[in-house]
Structure formats: C-alpha cells, structure tokens
C-alpha cells in the first residue's frame, strides 16, 4: 500500500521525520519498503488560465492561446492540445524552465506565430499517464501560483508491505491508528457527519445469501452531475496512491476506499431493473466487466444483480452494463460487508486481483458500511451536487462477524515475553489499538474492535503488547535448553557446494581421486624429488603425495577414454600437499581443478559438432570464477589471465590465473607429452587453482536503478598483436572517467600474420555511459570517448577504425 506522507501528517503527526516514521512502523509490524520522495520532475512551471482561443494562420491543428499567468501581460503560447480552449486553467512551462524529460523551454517562433512558453500535460509533468491532452485544474486556482505549492509536491511516499492479517491497515484511517498509538501523538480523524436525507428516492435490496453477504447498505443520489471535475487534491491524493482518476463518481468511492478502508461501489440507477438483489450465481450466467473481460459464472460465486440479470461481481469488480458514465443523474452507492473467503475463492478461480478484493478477501470493518455512505454522500454532493435518498441498511446480526471478550492475564505476558510490562501499560496499549477493557484477578478482559479480524485469542493480544512496546525491548537471552549454536559463514565468502553446482550445471562430473599418486604422473607437472614421499605406499606407482589435482584427474580421464568414452569433463575439490617454504613442513592446500577432452557439446541438432579448444575450458573457468566476482569490473580482486609458460602445458595455449597480483591457479592444454604419457589421442584441457582464491568474494553492495538512460559508444581499432585485452580494459577504464558504467569486449580478428601482414589486429570495444542524477549530453560522452582515444594512441599506438553510436 502506498501512502502519502502529508496526507497521513493530517491525520496524526508525530515529532518524527520521514525516516523516524518508517523505522516505527517497520518495528511495530507494519514494514515499510521503500520511502520513496514525492519530488516534482520540472521547474519554473505555474498555474495558467486561457482567456482566449485563436486559430493558427498556417496549421489547422494548432491554436494560439493567450494565458493569463497573473502578470501585468498574458503570455502567448502556441499548443495543439484538443481541450485548449478559453476559460480552461491548466499548467504553464515558462522560459527557461524544464519538464520531464528534461527538455528546456525557450521562446519560438512555431509556423510563422510567437511562443512564449509551453502548456502541458500531466505525462509531461510526471503528474499521471494522460497524454492526450492538457492537464486541467480546478478553475478557482489562482493564475501564476507555483504548481509545486499547489499540489503540495513536497512529499514522500511510504511503501508499506503488510501482511494479510493486518487488513485493517489498508487505508489512511488504519494506518493512522497505528502511528498515534506507537508514537502516542493525538490522533484527529475526519469528522464523518451523517449527510440527512432530502429525497425519499430510494432503491430496493434484498440479501438472499447472508454468509456471504451479512451487510449490505446502499444510498441513492438524485439530481448528480457526473461529469463535474474532480477537485485537484482528490486526484493528487488518488495518483500518490497508485490510482488514476477515473471521473468524479467512481473517484469518490476509491478515495473513501483510501481514506476509510470501505471499498464501494456505483451504480447508474437507471440501468438497475427493480432493484438490487445479492445472492449466488445461476448456472450459466454471464457478465461483461468494466474492464471488457467476459465471465462466465459458476453457482459458487456471489453476485450484486437486479430482477434480471447479473451487475457486478460481489466485492471483486463492478459490471460494464451498471457503469457510470457522464450521463448518468442517478447514482445508486453500495457500501457492503462481504464474506472474505467468498471473496477471495472467486477471485482465485477467475485471476482478478483488484484493491476491493484485496481489502474484503482480508476482512473490511463489518460496522463501517454505514459511515462509508455518509462521507460518499458528502464528498459527492459537495463535487457533483444532487440530494440524498435516505439509507438502506441490511444487515443480519446472526451472520455478523462477532467479537468476543478475550482474558489476558498479566503472567502470562510476563511468561511469554520474557519481561515484566507493567499493567497499566499493558492496559493503555490495548485500548490505545481501540480495544475494550474491564480489569479481572490478575489480567484484562479484552474486547477486540470490529476492524481487527486477526484478533481472537490471548497469544494475539500479547503479541500487539510486544509489538507496540517495542520489539527491541524484549531481553535477550541464551538459550539454555541446548548447547548447539549455528555455524555461519563469513558473508564473503561462497560455500564449496555453489562451485560444484557451477561446474555441474556446466556438464561436469565430480571425480575423487587418491591423494598419492605415481612419481611418474607427478614429474610431468611438478618436481617430483620435492614432494611427500610415504614410507609404506600401498603400491609402488602411489608413493607420492600429489602436489596437483590433475594426475590424478587425468588417470580417471584416461580410464574412462580407455573405454570408449571421448567427452569427458571431470572436476575435483580437495587437498594437495606443496613442499614447505625454507625446508620447512609442507603445507596442505586446498585446490579446485578440472579436465576436458573431446567434443564441446553434446551431439545434437543445435550446433555442428566440433571439439573443445582453450577458451570452452576458458570459459568454465570464468563462470566458476564469477562466484568471486570476476567480471565485475577492476579492482584489487579481479581476476587476470597471463601467457606463461608451464611445465606440462603446451606452449601458447597456457595461461597463468592471478589474483590482486598474487598467482593462484593455471589453465592451459596438455603437452605432447603428457598427452602421450596418458594415451589420449585427443586435445586434452585443464586448469587448477586455490580453492580460497574460487572462494572469497567481494561484498554485494546495493545499487539503485538506474533512473535515466545510458548511451553506448562502439570503437574499433587496430593494435599490435602483443597487447592484451586486459591492458586495453584498464587504459579505457582509467581515462573514460566516472560516466563509464560499463565496458565490453565484443570483438577481435587477427590473421596468421596480422591484418594486411602487420602484425596488428582489430579489437573492438563497446563502451556504456550513465549518470545516476542526469540525462548525458552526446557532447559529455564525446569528450569521455576522445580522452580514451587520446590514451590508448598515447600508450598503445592505435590506429581507429571507427567510432559511433552503439
């Protein structure tokens, strides 16, 4: 639920800020997600009335309109608005101010006629969605007035998440409640006065279904001008809510909804036939909605109809055929009480989720229908005029939902709460929520109000006494029941069981392998007369302790090519043992390494078959890695690649894997000769490296949507084979500045010997730039794009083939 700030400082105002306020409520149950600023996204904009109307000369589908805007001299705006006509007050963007999209507004001359500034709609101003049109006030304003100060812009937005027992707080009235109680300000609600009846036209109503509908209340309004304008602060109160305005009939019963939590209902009484009946669908019924959707009902589902036919689905959505259109004179209001199961069993079942179902499938107030149509029937004959009929109240007592008095004794809240509150506390807590009270031996007897449903039993009413007593006032005590604690790890740091999901995922199988291997194996990779030798080996070719993972991973490849198998993809996690630093003990690593040999995918029919090179290995490698942020941009603890040399590894198909300047691990293709060692007579890859460089990771750290757009720029250019990407990376990020939010590498072409025999190649780069509080200029990101170019041809001599737009 979404709810204005300044709207809800009428009702209760705390000595609190907006983020004081959110705090309080999250931690009396009411979890705000957001707080989001009501900020205006133009400037120098102001109230304007067109005087006058005057066709353009030269195009028919333009006007020129001369606006007073409470200065000695009108202005003179050209606008091709279809509702710029004389007496309309509207809104005003002035010379130099700014809409929406960022656009500045300066004096033009439009066909041949003067513009002396722009009139506008409420999706130029960030006020709604209507683009069709200008955006029309209340003609009483006052010409010139600030539209900031008019719409009382300066506000925030409190986000609330609530939980469905507490229907009761989906409304202004609710959540005010909430806040005089938790932060003991005074509360003033609205005075709903009872609005008396001047007309004796009143409709029939009958209740067939009385569980599903115990109270039903309705009103009729002769003589109403349905097409009269909704003042300016209901529509503003509407849109900070989430609502569009729809006219001012149906904009009365939302804002009722809002402000009371009672969802209502209209009809136009002239297309109800003998009156309302409530009750369950016939079998084969249908009904159009207001939205067009057509429904056929099934017999469980409760209907609002007249004598003939079906007008509305009970508590869910209105019918199109009882609609209120601007002709519409009688209005016949529904205030009712319907049963929440009911509600939501049929809203399930047709996959309508609308603010009435959601309020009535969590309980609404059974003892509000009566007021509701009281604070309807002002607001509408106050805004469309017309009299009122007198009020037809049915309600069955027997089908109302009744409270019954719970006891809450004093030891038990100690009991449960851990701590001693004391009664007079308790006591001004509970009838602070609206509950009744009458004191017993050792507790209160405790009435519920009818608006809490979720109240019923003594657990509940202790919990309203921890949560409004404050939930960080409850003592904190070790457990002594059990002595087991949990083990957590450290946020930054991945479980082992994610790199086997990884790898996994990636069609890799898990291997385990002996941890003694043949001195052999061991030779092709590492020295041999440095590792740990066992005394007794359970065989001669498992005397050493492994200093690698991949001897042994490479036998059970071997072992599995032996017998026909030519795509195997095998990984393992665990220890090595590396000689000690200065003769010293040797030191158990934990390592994660992984082999590959034969085709890159499975055979099917996606892709022609091919076999796996270094860069399928490559990228396993960096998919394993992006669980410790590689990929994330520069920094101490990226990750980067380095042609090296190794023993064991082919020459030019080797790389050496670093992290903040420190080696941790290798990939690369297998030597001939180990090739040959293993009798593969397949390319065979494999990479290893620290398990704690795979590991740790960097902290996430929250980022806001981006709120305006980024623009990319595309470079090509060509530059000696030698250079590495990653080189190029940094030089772009270092000179690009801080718009650059993003840099990618999307292409590289280079022959035997280079483009044109020059041993050169063509790398290209896309480069994304973003502000987080504006729109960029093509001229920013120009000049962003020209200091990298300035320094990658200082540094690296590059030749640029082209530069534009991505």
Known sequence: MLVSENWLREWVNPAWDSAALADALTMGGLEVDNVRRQSAAFRKVVVGR??????????????????????????????????????????????????????????????????????????????????????IFDAGVTAGADIKTHLALDDAILELKLTPNRGDCLSMRGVAREVAVLSGARLTAPAVKAVAARSSRRAAIKVDDKNGCPRYAGRVLSGVNAAAATPDWMRERLRRAGLRSIGAVVDVTNFVMLELGQPMHAFDLASVDGGIIVRR???????????????????????????????????????????????????????ACFDPPTVAATARRLGLNTDAAHRFERG?????????????????????????????????RRHLPAKKPVLLRHARVRRVLGQSVASAKIEKIIRGLGMKTRKTVGGLKVTPPTWRW???????????????????????????????S???????????????????????????????????????????????????????????????????LLL????????????????????????????????????????????????????????????????D??????????????????????????????????????????????????????????AVEQAVFAFELSLDAALVRPLPVYQPAPLYPSVSRDLSFLVAQAVAARDLHRAIRKSAGGLLSALE??????????????????????????????????????????????????????????????
């Open 50 to 135: 067109i005087d006058q109307v005057d066709r353009h000369p030269r195009r028919a589908n333009l006007r020129v309109c001369t606006v007073n805007i409470g200065r000695s001299r009108p202005l003179q705006v050209v606008c091709g608005a279809p509702n710029a006509t004389a007496g309309v007050t509207t809104a005003v963007a002035l010379i130099g101010g700014r809409i929406k999209d960022g656009r500045e507004i300066h004096k033009a001359r439009i066909h041949g006629i003067v513009s002396s500034g722009m009139l506008c709609s409420a999706a130029e101003l960030d006020l709604g969605d209507d683009a069709s049109g200008l955006i």
């Open 364 to 396: 609404v107030d059974p003892a509000l229908q009566v007021a509701a149509l009281h604070r309807a029937s002002r607001l509408l004959i106050d805004i469309c005029g017309g009299t009122a009929g007198p009020v037809v109240d049915r309600a069955s």
């Open 556 to 619: 059970a490849l071997a072992h599995n090519y032996n017998r026909q198998h030519r795509r195997i993809r095998l990984f393992e996690i665990g220890a090595v043992w590396r000689p000690g630093r200065n003769g010293g003990a040797p030191r158990e690593e934990q390592r994660i390494g992984a082999v590959a040999a034969g085709a890159a995918l499975s055979r099917q029919w996606g892709a022609p078959p091919r076999a796996a090179d270094f860069f399928d290995l490559k990228g």
């Open 621 to 678: 490698l960096c998919a394993l890695l992006s669980l410790a942020g590689f990929g994330d941009g520069g920094g101490e603890g990226e990750f980067q690649f380095t042609p090296a040399r190794r023993r064991g590894l082919r020459d030019g198909q080797c790389a050496r894997l670093s992290r903040g300047g420190k080696n941790c691990g290798w990939i690369g293709r297998l030597s001939p000769q180990a090739e040959s060692f293993f």
């Open 281 to 335: 669908a016939a079998r084969g019924e249908r009904l159009r909605l207001l939205d067009g959707a057509a429904l056929a009902l099934g017999g469980d589902m409760l209907v609002i109809a007249d004598h003939r036919r079906p007008l509305a689905l009970a508590g869910i959505m209105g019918g199109a055929a009882s609609g209120i259109s601007e002709a519409a004179t009688e209005v016949l209001l529904e205030s």
């Open 454 to 484: 979720d109240v019923d039993a003594e657990h509940d009413l202790i919990e309203e006494v921890a949560r409004v007593n404050g939930y960080q006032r409850v003592p904190v005590a070790a457990a002594t029941t059990s002595p087991a």
């Open 486 to 552: 949990a083990q957590l790890s450290p946020e930054n740091r991945s479980p082992v069981a994610r790199l086997r999901d990884c790898l996994a995922a990636r069609d890799f199988q898990e291997a385990v392998t002996y941890s003694f291997v043949a001195p052999q194996a061991q030779a092709l990779f590492d020295d041999a007369r440095r590792a740990v030798r066992l005394q007794n080996p359970i065989a001669a070719n498992m005397r050493d302790m492994r200093m690698s993972l991949w001897p042994g």
């Open 745 to 806: 590498l999307f292409d590289v072409y280079q022959g035997a010997q280079g483009i044109d025999g020059a041993g050169k190649k063509s790398v290209s780069f896309r480069l994304t730039f973003q502000s987080p509080s504006r729109t960029l200029k093509d001229a920013e990101v120009d000049a962003a794009v020209a200091d990298v170019l300035r320094a990658l041809g200082e540094e690296f001599s590059i030749e640029l083939r082209t530069a534009q737009p991505a």
